[in-house]
Nanobody, 115 residues
């Protein structure tokens, strides 16, 4: 089994910053693609950023230039640095690890951006 533990969510004013962390542990083989998703109430889950084991990165258009995803492969930890936050960034953010057959998810961490 793989466990993902997230931290770093909270309440911040528009224009502020937060850094999310997600540490994966358990029966992990190799260095897997990891990603951050988010879901606002009543809306579909959205991919925010993704990073492969080799360091290839892609972002949602809405966060390009503001968010940065990174990882420490030896710790199977992924980060999301969020700058210039906007109220529309308010959502529950979920960490994802793309296993060979199974996608693993964290419990989610609430990010609230006030205007």
């Amino acid at each position: 089994q793989v466990q993902l533990v997230e931290s770093g969510g909270g309440l911040v004013q528009a224009g502020g910053s937060l850094r999310l962390s997600c540490a994966a542990s358990g029966s992990i083989r190799g260095i897997n693609t990891m990603a951050w998703y988010r879901r606002a109430p009543g809306k579909q889950r959205e991919l925010v950023a993704r990073i492969t084991g080799g360091g290839s990165i892609n972002y949602a258009d809405s966060v390009k230039g503001r968010f940065t995803i990174s990882r420490e492969n030896a710790k199977n930890t992924v980060y999301l640095q969020m700058n210039s936050l906007k109220p529309e960034d308010t959502a529950v953010y979920y960490c994802n690890l793309d296993g060979r057959l199974i996608n693993y998810w964290g419990q989610g961490t609430q990010v609230t951006v006030s205007s």
